[in-house]
């Protein structure tokens, strides 16, 4: 019963993860993912400073945004047996906006109108299809620029196409809404209010809102197509409910403050269980058989006392 958290620092989100878990699990161990060291040698390891990481029945990944890719590779060289919270496939795939939201559209999950070209004058066709205003960026970022009109739009894409770099083109959000979840419960939800702009780029605040049914179905539905079973939910309600982004290390602090529920109890709750769920799938057939045998043996026992 022993539980691994790996993340970037000791952050107020990670520190409260930290100190739920110690209340659920034997051993917690809290790992700055930098600190790892990965072995190939006569012997397979994964160590941090002198613990080795491959004995913790339970991994939680708290894995920064910009580490996605090698949290992705850490992560696979795991054994079957441990439990990771969120599997390594679930990096890979939510690096990218673009692909994420294409990976979920193919497995029929809506998500917001979003387009990806290699050249400014493709985009521009693509514009001619599309209502303004629109968000314009390239992969790497997360954010991008508003554009407003056709001009606006041309001068963006020209720039980035300077940079040789790929161009996105998505739909501007006005109804935001982000959703925390712990496998197999939604555990709460927020609505961003700003004043002016998009409100994926501008500042607000949150306040904490009410979900259908159907939308939190589809938002377990898409964490399903990931396989992360921690995450914060990004999406859209206007003109129907859309995905707009999955976040896999979301700090709670400030949502937990907002609602007053206690995010990280909910999420180390949850852990806790589908960890012990997936350590009863795990057991070996023998020991299962033999622990069936030892079970007739005793009920044969006792008739015969009786």
Known sequence: MSL????????????MLLEEGKKIFKSVL??????????????????????????????????????????????????????IAIKPISFLISEERFFLLSMLRKKQIPTIGIHLSRSSKV???????????????????????????????????????????PIIIEDVIRDFVSVYVSYPDVVAAFRKIAKEGDLMLSKGVIEKCDISTEIEKLILNALDVIEASVARVDITTDPEPRIVNIELNPSIKKATDVSG????????????????????????????????????VKDLTKKALF
């Open 30 to 83: 809290f790992v700055p993912i930098n600190g790892i060291r990965i072995g190939l040698e006569k012997e397979f390891s994964i160590k941090y400073r002198t613990t080795d990481l491959l004995k913790f029945g339970c991994i939680l990944p708290r894995v920064p945004h910009k580490l996605y890719s090698y949290g992705y590779q850490l992560l696979s060289l795991f054994p079957k047996k441990t439990f």
């Open 261 to 296: 529920i206690n995010i990280a109890k909910r999420i180390m709750e949850n852990v806790y269980k589908n960890y012990q769920e997936h350590s009863i799938k795990q057991k070996p057939i023998v020991m299962e058989f033999i622990e069936d045998a030892k079970s007739v």
């Open 123 to 165: 985009a521009s066709n693509i514009l001619k299809e599309t209502s303004f205003p629109v968000i314009i960026r390239t992969p790497n970022k997360k954010t991008g620029m508003v554009a407003r009109n056709f001009s606006e739009a041309k001068s963006i894409m020209d720039a980035i196409e300077s940079l040789k770099e």
């Open 4 to 15: 691994c958290i790996i993340g970037g620092k000791k952050t107020a989100s990670n520190l």
